[in-house]
């Protein structure tokens, strides 16, 4: 069965591209268009799409209200479409707060080595999440109007709980967060690696964490360049621990979360207590992410040997597999999302498939799993 989408655009010019790219996939069907956000929500209530493309900015009703009273009444995967620029990204992720799936730039050819891959990349982005229904995995709770967090306050040992008035699948029972045991393993580092819908899983799982958090954490999510500051300054205003987009020379500091930076690679140098982040621009052909699960999850693994714990989250494709294979063979923990919460089961699916996963885990039961193991609640 085809997926179904309405586009969503003011752009003439958009809406034809948009739907040109789409239609040439047997298994995507364009039924209707929309102009403005109001439009968008009227004919989102009488086509009843699997999927919708969204701009952002739109006359009569902008792309995130849009999203924020389509979710309202009738929950649909949408993708969002932006600009490559710091209002761009910041809006975006309002979008993707209001409920949006993912997003691509508008100019998506950005982030794709040729324009054949470019059309690929839009195929298949619509259909994974149009496979989706959104009643089937967790949204978190709008964090926007959260006040910032001081840092400089005294940290708090408590841990916070996540929120659990949304309908959001219960786990299941052997890997409930609150009945599973921690191994008694010694770490050093987490590192968490994600894509299609990571923005929100990651600030589901950071937002829990407390400010007493012992080790340092890698972020490595599927991000443009653009978007990579906005969104590390989000995080580290939401989160009791510290979050900060990866510079090179970093010392990787406990309580503290580093971003690897969109259109790099995130690397980890030296030994002991002097470990340091190299940050550098990649032209390598080989590789399709950057940055790239993998690459940072091999650096842990030579790094850190078995003292990491890492963790997969959503995402198209199987970046992370190779990368926690790596880890695996050195003894390290590696966890994955659960089907039932994750956008895209792809990521988490190609390692727990290959059989390096010791648990799969709902999105929701990530943070207080993470404590109970590190043992810092």
Not at 16 to 31: A, F, G, M, P
Not at 262 to 289: K, P
Not at 330 to 350: K, L, R
Request: hydrophobic share 45%; net charge positive.
């Amino acid at each position: 069965m085809a997926v179904k989408v309405l586009v969503v655009d003011d752009s003439s010019f958009f809406r034809r591209r948009v739907s040109e790219i789409l239609t040439q996939d047997k298994d995507i069907e364009v039924i209707g268009f929309a102009v403005n956000g109001r439009e968008a929500v009227d004919k989102a209530r009488q086509l009843r799409p699997d999927v919708i493309t969204m701009d952002v900015e739109m006359p009569v009703l902008d792309g995130i209200s849009a999203v924020k009273e389509i979710m309202a009444a009738d929950p649909t995967p949408i993708l969002m479409f932006s600009s490559l620029t710091r209002d761009g990204a910041t809006a975006t992720l309002d979008a993707l707060d209001a409920g949006a799936l993912d997003f691509l730039p508008k100019k998506f050819e950005d982030i794709a080595r040729n324009n054949e891959d470019a059309i690929k990349l839009l195929q298949n982005k619509v259909k994974e999440i149009g496979r989706r229904r959104l009643s089937r995995f967790s949204r978190p709770a709008p964090a926007i109007s959260k006040p910032a967090v001081d840092k400089t306050m005294p940290p708090r040992a408590t841990v916070v709980q996540p929120d659990r008035s949304f309908n959001r699948p219960a786990p299941a029972v052997d890997n409930n967060a609150a009945t599973v045991r921690p191994s008694g393993k010694k770490y050093q580092v987490v590192a968490i690696g994600t894509s299609t819908g990571g923005p929100v899983a990651l600030q589901t799982i950071l937002t829990q964490l407390p400010a007493n958090f012992p080790h340092p954490i890698l972020l490595i999510q599927h991000m443009p360049a653009a978007f990579t500051p906005a969104f590390a300054v989000r995080l580290n205003g939401l989160c009791k621990i510290k979050v900060k987009e990866a510079q090179q020379g970093d010392k990787l500091m406990p309580g503290t979360a580093y971003l690897a930076p969109g259109g790099q690679q995130m690397l980890i140098e030296g030994r002991g207590g002097n470990r340091t982040l190299r940050v550098f621009e990649d032209d390598s052909a080989r590789i399709t992410y950057k940055p790239s699960v993998d690459v940072t999850f091999a650096s842990a693994a030579k790094s850190f040997q078995g003292d990491v714990l890492a963790v997969v989250l959503t995402g198209m494709g199987a970046d992370g597999r190779d990368g926690a294979r790596m880890l695996k063979q050195v003894g390290a923990t590696i966890w994955a999302q659960d089907e039932s919460t994750s956008v895209v089961y792809g990521m988490p699916q190609a390692v727990a498939a290959a059989g390096l996963a010791s648990a799969s885990i709902a999105l929701n039961d990530v943070a207080n799993r993470l404590v109970r193991e590190i043992g810092c609640g």
